[in-house]
């Protein structure tokens, strides 16, 4: 059976490839806890453990401290709110840029 495209797959099957993809890196990367892992990808964590998200599509984003590409330090809601107006772009990275 082919694979299906991101964006396409069913709950089991994000949790199959969810779970394949973290044995992997516990093989070619002992040092890594899936704890670790886990508390860095909450939605995994969610879909591994059963459990439904807080984040739903449609709910109010949570504010909380953010980092900005010039290292400036500011809130999420604060950064979304300097960034907002004619001709600007508000960019969010919910990984690192490093």
Do not use: I, W
Not at 26 to 50: F, I, K, N, T, Y
Not at 53 to 65: E, I, N, Q, V, Y
């Amino acid at each position: 059976m082919a694979s299906p495209e991101f964006g396409e797959f069913t709950d089991e099957q994000c949790v199959a490839f969810f779970t394949r993809k973290l044995d992997q890196l516990a093989e070619s990367h002992p040092h890594l806890q899936r704890d670790e892992l886990l508390a860095a990808h909450p939605l995994v964590r969610c879909m591994l453990q059963g459990t439904k998200p807080s984040l739903t599509l449609g709910s109010l984003a949570p504010d909380g401290p953010v980092c900005t590409l010039d290292g400036v330090e500011t809130t999420l809601h604060g950064a979304v709110r300097a960034g907002s107006g004619p001709r600007k772009l508000t960019v969010l990275n919910f990984g690192s840029y490093t």
